[in-house]
């Protein structure tokens, strides 16, 4: 089963971390990529884009309202939630004062998906 990792987190609490804590959870992260899971940090730059009604908006803010910045987002591949939230529980946001939000998604091969 695969997972959207959604990860949350200030760079100021990043850069409160220690060196060593830093090189230890990006050595985790390091593990996950290891797995083939994909993982990646985002940039501050946001655009966001709707066109409801044919009309199209763009605004350089996000669509959202969130505690924490996104600061990136993985796919993992997972048996379940539990194994999930193993897998993201040492993560930098994780474990730097932000949060990893976890969804499954459907696979397009996947009995039950939209479309299938």
Same mark, same amino acid.
């Given at each position: 089963?695969?997972?959207? +990792?959604?990860?949350? /987190?200030?760079?100021? %609490?990043?850069?409160?971390?220690?060196?060593?804590?830093?090189?230890?959870?990006?050595?985790?992260?390091?593990?996950?990529?290891? !797995? /083939?899971?994909?993982?990646?940090?985002?940039?501050?730059?946001?655009? *966001?884009?709707?066109?409801?009604?044919? %009309?199209?908006?763009?605004? %350089?803010? #996000?669509? &959202?309202?969130?505690?924490? #910045?996104?600061?990136?987002?993985?796919?993992?591949?997972?048996?379940?939630?539990?194994?999930?939230?193993?897998?993201?529980?040492? *993560?930098? +946001? &994780? !474990?730097?004062?932000?949060?990893?939000?976890? !969804? #499954?998604?459907?696979?397009?091969? %996947?009995? /039950?998906?939209?479309?299938?």
């Amino acid at each position: 089963m695969k997972f959207l +990792c959604l990860a949350y /987190g200030s760079e100021a %609490d990043w850069k409160r971390l220690s060196k060593d804590e830093q090189s230890e959870l990006l050595a985790h992260d390091n593990v996950l990529k290891e !797995r /083939g899971d994909y993982m990646a940090a985002v940039k501050l730059q946001v655009t *966001t884009v709707t066109n409801w009604d044919h %009309d199209l908006k763009t605004k %350089d803010a #996000p669509f &959202a309202r969130l505690e924490h #910045p996104l600061a990136g987002f993985s796919v993992i591949e997972a048996n379940d939630l539990d194994e999930a939230i193993a897998l993201v529980a040492n *993560t930098p +946001c &994780a !474990r730097a004062n932000g949060a990893i939000e976890i !969804r #499954p998604f459907w696979d397009q091969g %996947d009995a /039950g998906a939209p479309g299938a």
